[in-house]
T-cell receptor, first 114, second 115 residues
Framework: AQSVTQLGSHVSVSEGALVLLRCNYS??????LFWYVQYPNQGLQLLLK??????LVKGINGFEAEFKKSETSFHLTKPSAHMSDAAEYFC????????????FGKGTKLSVKP | NAGVTQTPKFRVLKTGQSMTLLCAQD?????MYWYRQDPGMGLRLIHY???????AKGEVPDGYNVSRLKKQNFLLGLESAAPSQTSVYFC??????????????FGPGTRLTVT
């Protein structure tokens, strides 16, 4: 069965520093991969997705992620953190099978220090 | 275009009470989902539906029932609430085809407390 591992439940960076949030997946078939962001007391919003086209995917708010099949990874990066990036980030992978349900990681809470 | 809406936003129940959470979407999506979110657990799928009149169990279905009588609505019911069902509940929907397939759109959530 597919699974998603997000390394680090909490990540803290300074404003202007690089943001790196890690996601590894296990999948027996080529997956679709997603990063969602959740701001406090809100629902989840799609940041970006990988659907077997380009391996480097650009999303909203300056985020991007690179699909590395050999490492089964889909890490999220942003060159320069902004205070408004403070949120919880979830990586998700398609479950496989015809339903295409998503399996979510446990989330990484990003704090940005001034 | 409201997207996915959820009613109510907050609710407090006593153990043993029942309630229904309503999810509505105006994007004509075929698939709809109910998740629960607990601290440190991510999102876990409760039930889902692939179309009007159909429902299926997810990862954590016990204690919940669902119905999808209309394509745009997906109801989540708790027949006899338990403190373990204290959580934030999210509804999501997605299209079955096209470039946005597999991309789920989420509602704002319902915060439920069972005392």
């Amino acid at each position: 069965a597919q699974s998603v591992t997000q390394l680090g439940s909490h990540v803290s960076v300074s404003e202007g520093a690089l943001v790196l949030l890690r996601c590894n997946y296990s999948s027996s078939v080529p997956p679709y991969l997603f990063w969602y962001v959740q701001y406090p007391n809100q629902g989840l919003q799609l940041l970006l997705k990988y659907t077997s086209a380009a391996t480097l995917v650009k999303g909203i708010n300056g985020f991007e992620a690179e699909f590395k099949k050999s490492e089964t990874s889909f890490h999220l990066t942003k060159p320069s953190a902004h205070m408004s990036d403070a949120a919880e980030y979830f990586c998700a992978v398609t479950e496989g099978g015809s339903q295409g349900n998503l399996i979510f990681g446990k989330g990484t809470k990003l704090s940005v220090k001034p | 275009n409201a997207g996915v809406t959820q009613t109510p936003k907050f609710r407090v129940l006593k153990t043993g009470q029942s309630m229904t959470l309503l999810c509505a979407q105006d994007m004509n999506h075929e698939y709809m989902y109910w998740y629960r979110q607990d601290p440190g657990m991510g999102l876990r799928l409760i039930h889902y539906s692939v179309g009007e009149g159909t429902t299926a169990k997810g990862e954590v279905p016990d204690g919940y029932n669902v119905s999808r009588l209309k394509k745009q609505n997906f109801l989540l019911g708790l027949e006899s609430a338990a403190p373990s069902q204290t959580s934030v509940y999210f509804c999501a929907s997605r299209s079955a085809r096209g470039k946005a397939a597999y991309e789920q759109y989420f509602g704002p959530g319902t915060r439920l407390t069972v005392t």
